[in-house]
C-alpha cells in the first residue's frame, strides 16, 4: 500500500505563487502514473495534471495550463506542482494520486488508485 503525503498549501492573494508538494511512502514505479485534483466545497473533484514517473510527460487541464508546472523527483518519490498567477478561482482541497500501472499520462479520475489526504489553497481577490 502507498500512501500519499500532501504539503505546501496555504493562503495567497490573486496573483500569487504557491508550490505543493506530494510524498509517497516507497519509491514509485517507472510505469506509474501521479496526478494533481482539486475539489471546491459543493463542486465536483476536477483533475489538474499529471506525469508519467518514468517519462515524465505531463498533462494539464485547460484552466491551468500555462499557469501550472507538473514535476517529480524520481529519487525522492516527490511530486510538485507549481502554481502562478493563482485566482480565487483555483481556490479548492488539492489531492495528490497515484495510478499504480500506467502505460500512458491520463488526466481520468476513476483510473487513480491511490489518493492523499489533501492540502488547502485559498485565492483571496
Known amino acids: 500500500q502507498v500512501q500519499l503525503v500532501e504539503s505546501g498549501g496555504g493562503s495567497v492573494q490573486a496573483g500569487g505563487s504557491l508550490r505543493l508538494s506530494c510524498t509517497a511512502s516507497?519509491?514509485?514505479?517507472?510505469?506509474?502514473?501521479m496526478g494533481w485534483f482539486r475539489q471546491a466545497p459543493g463542486k465536483e473533484r476536477e483533475a489538474v495534471a499529471a506525469i508519467h514517473i518514468g517519462s515524465g510527460s505531463t498533462l494539464y487541464t485547460d484552466s491551468v495550463k500555462g499557469r501550472f508546472t507538473i514535476s517529480r523527483d524520481y529519487a525522492k518519490n516527490t511530486m510538485y506542482l507549481e502554481m502562478n498567477s493563482l485566482s480565487p478561482e483555483d481556490t479548492a482541497m488539492y489531492y495528490c494520486?497515484?495510478?499504480?500501472?500506467?502505460?500512458?499520462?491520463?488526466?481520468?479520475?476513476?483510473?487513480?488508485?491511490?489518493w492523499g489526504q489533501g492540502t488547502q489553497v485559498t485565492v483571496s481577490s
Open positions: 516507497r519509491y514509485y514505479s517507472p510505469s506509474s502514473c
Open positions: 494520486a497515484l495510478k499504480s500501472v500506467c502505460w500512458r499520462t491520463v488526466l481520468g479520475l476513476d483510473e487513480y488508485n491511490y
